[in-house]
């Protein structure tokens, strides 16, 4: 495997469910990022962690709980989720040397509440 | 308010023409402009990227150019190819925090073969 991996690539949760979704990257990146991008808006920055501590959380309710166990994974653990949510959840990794080198993306799960 | 503007929501042209996709920023404390493509069903993927301290980058058939004065940047694709049709998404960072990447809502390029 290369590159940045996510599983599952769909979803479909009732709002009382609750889902994780797992981000690996092997690319030797030391940070990861969660992206939302819900149809016809840009995306979303979630949340950012570099070597393993979370350094951003974008105002992000309580009903996504991120968790970054290493370096290489990634997960977004779901709650209680509202039909709003519905969306392509994006995770990125890169390596923060040089401070602005680019995201690599994965290829999304694509999340429905009902 | 978005802080990253791509004003036209989708583009088409002709193979082998000239594509001219457009962004504009609000954010003056933008230093560093990131240009990601997406096909269908994939992640973006990082196409080319400038620094505030040049007006021009070229990598190959892609070329971006930024006008700070303006708060301006496009990127130019010459020739377009069929397999250049994508979702274009221009980026915006700064060095305050270069994790924090501000996407524009993307153009829809469709080159017609």
């Known amino acids: 495997e290369t590159g940045v991996t996510q599983t599952p690539r769909h979803l479909v949760m009732g709002m009382t469910n609750k889902k994780s979704l797992k981000c690996e990257q092997h690319?030797?990146?030391?940070?990861m990022y969660w992206y939302k991008q819900s149809a016809k808006k840009p995306l979303e920055l979630m949340f950012v962690?570099?070597?393993?501590?979370?350094?951003e959380n974008n105002s992000v309710p309580s009903r996504f709980s991120p968790e970054c166990p290493n370096s290489s994974h990634l997960f977004l653990h779901l709650h209680t989720l509202q039909p709003e949510d519905s969306a392509l959840y994006l995770c990125?990794?890169?390596?923060?040397?040089?401070?602005?080198?680019?995201?690599?993306f994965g290829n999304g799960t694509r999340l429905t509440v009902t | 308010d978005q802080q990253v503007k791509q004003n036209s929501p989708s583009l088409s042209v002709q193979e082998g023409r000239i594509s001219i996709l457009n962004c504009d920023y609000t954010?003056?404390?933008?230093?560093?402009f990131l240009w990601y493509k997406k096909y269908p069903a994939e992640g973006p993927t990082f196409l080319i990227s400038?620094?505030?301290?040049?007006d021009k980058n070229e990598d190959g058939r892609f070329t971006v150019f930024l006008n700070k004065s303006a708060k301006h940047l496009s990127l130019h694709i010459v020739p377009s190819q069929p397999g250049d049709s994508a979702v274009y998404f221009c980026a915006a960072s700064a060095q305050t925090s270069y994790d924090k990447v501000i996407f524009g809502p993307g153009t829809s390029l469709s080159v017609i073969p």
């Open positions: 954010n003056s404390m933008f230093d560093y």
């Open positions: 400038i620094s505030s301290i040049k």
């Open positions: 690319l030797g990146h030391n940070a």
């Open positions: 990125a990794s890169r390596d923060r040397d040089p401070p602005n080198s680019p995201l690599h």
């Open positions: 962690y570099n070597f393993k501590e979370q350094t």
